[in-house]
Structures are given as structure tokens and as C-alpha cells.
T-cell receptor, first 114, second 114 residues
Framework: DADVTQTPRNRITKTGKRIMLECSQT?????MYWYRQDPGLGLRLIYY???????NKGEISDGYSVSRQAQAKFSLSLESAIPNQTALYFC?????????????FGSGTQLSVL | LAKTTQPISMDSYEGQEVNITCSHN???????ITWYQQFPSQGPRFIIQ???TKVTNEVASLFIPADRKSSTLSLPRVSLSDTAVYYC???????????????FGTGTQLKVEL
């Protein structure tokens, strides 16, 4: 079983719809992250959380929101999806402190907004 | 935020040793150097991390010169399954409350052929 699980794996939605991407982890890590990946742009950080109820914006948080109600779960919402939010989304957890932090990623959710 | 520069792509053949060099001229004293591997449609996977000199694990070696302004990931005897994108990351205080972030660039696409 995967340590970091994302659901769904694929999602197609229409412009203006609200959708939620789910992430759960069994690693017992406090820190969780959401990234998006676009072809040729690498991974960009959307939001991150260091503990339950702690929420921090990443570099591209506009148009997204997150919820961290439990240590093991971190959900990402698109309030009103738009086509340029079509991307591959990754959830990650991390262990370690300071500069030697290590990330553990889920398998990703491919989102298409029509 | 420490910026990294690595080749966009590299080609190799099975059985050869592959060395991918990453430049990080403005690395800070507290920064570690971390490499991740990503296969298509999967999340990045931690490969190796180091601070100085040489680090070796079952997957790769990481060579870091004394000035730490560059690092080289060495993959011994690559196979077809090593075809992936390799990311070099250097963190300021990655993902801590200070707001600094590990950033993923576009990485190096390694292609291994028969």
C-alpha cells in the first residue's frame, strides 16, 4: 500500500465547477504539501501545512484552497475551476528538520478542466 | 533562495556510468543538496542527500566539492529503467516556518538506450 495516497487519479471537470482532491498518508508526518506540475515548468508549490489546522500559501495559491482537519489528511479544492488549472497535482509529506528535509510524494492526480 | 542549474537532457547507454552536474553558486552555509528522481506520471522520489564531500547509497553517489558550489549525481551502470527526470534541489531552510521553500526546477531528462 502506498504511504501517500491521492484520490482520484484522474479527473475531468468543466469550467466553473468546484472540485476537491484528496490526500491521505500513513507515514505519520506532520508536514504536508500540494504541488502542481505543468509540462516544462517543474513542480510549483501551492499550499503547505506543518500541522493540523496550520495552512500556509505557496508560490501559486490563487484559485485554490486547502483543508487540514487531521494529521493524515490534506485536501485541495478548486473553488471555480478554470482551464489553466489543468495540470498534474501532487501531494507530499516530509520528514526531517531544517535543511535536510526529505519529501515523499503521492502518485498524482491528473486534472483536466474543459 | 539558492538557484540551481542543471542540463536539460542527457543520453546514455545501458551499463554506462552517468554523471549529472548541478550548479548552485549561491548555496548557503546551512543548505543541504538533495536529488530526486521522477518517472512519467509518478511523483518525485528521493534519491540521495548530502552536505559535503561524498555520499553513497544503494542507488547513487553524490559528490560535493569543498566550495559546495556544484554537486554531481553519479548513477553507476545505468539501465533502461533509470530513464527519468532528475532534480537537484538546494534548500535555504526548506519548508520551515521561515517561508523558504525547496524549489523544483525543470530537472534533467535522462534517456538510457540499449
Amino acid at each position: 500500500d502506498a504511504d501517500v495516497t491521492q484520490t482520484p487519479r484522474n479527473r475531468i471537470t468543466k469550467t466553473g465547477k468546484r472540485i476537491m482532491l484528496e490526500c491521505s498518508q500513513t507515514k505519520g508526518h506532520d508536514r504536508m504539501y500540494w504541488y502542481r506540475q505543468d509540462p516544462g515548468l517543474g513542480l510549483r508549490l501551492i499550499y503547505y501545512s506543518f500541522d493540523v489546522k496550520d495552512i500556509n500559501k505557496g508560490e501559486i495559491s490563487d484559485g485554490y484552497s486547502v483543508s487540514r482537519q487531521a494529521q493524515a489528511k490534506f485536501s485541495l479544492s478548486l473553488e471555480s475551476a478554470i482551464p489553466n488549472q489543468t495540470a498534474l497535482y501532487f501531494c507530499a509529506t516530509s520528514e526531517g528538520q531544517g535543511a535536510n528535509e526529505k519529501l515523499f510524494f503521492g502518485s498524482g492526480t491528473q486534472l483536466s478542466v474543459l | 533562495l539558492a538557484k540551481t542549474t542543471q542540463p536539460i537532457s542527457m543520453d546514455s547507454y545501458e551499463g554506462q556510468e552517468v554523471n549529472i552536474t548541478c550548479s548552485h553558486n549561491n548555496i548557503a552555509t546551512n543548505d543541504y543538496i538533495t536529488w530526486y528522481q521522477q518517472f512519467p506520471s509518478q511523483g518525485p522520489r528521493f534519491i540521495i542527500q548530502g552536505y559535503k564531500t561524498k555520499v553513497t547509497n544503494e542507488v547513487a553517489s553524490l559528490f560535493i566539492p569543498a566550495d559546495r558550489k556544484s554537486s554531481t549525481l553519479s548513477l553507476p551502470r545505468v539501465s533502461l529503467s533509470d530513464t527519468a527526470v532528475y532534480y537537484c534541489l538546494v534548500g535555504d531552510l526548506p519548508l520551515t516556518g521561515g517561508g523558504n521553500k525547496l524549489t523544483f526546477g525543470t530537472g534533467t531528462q535522462l534517456k538510457v538506450e540499449l
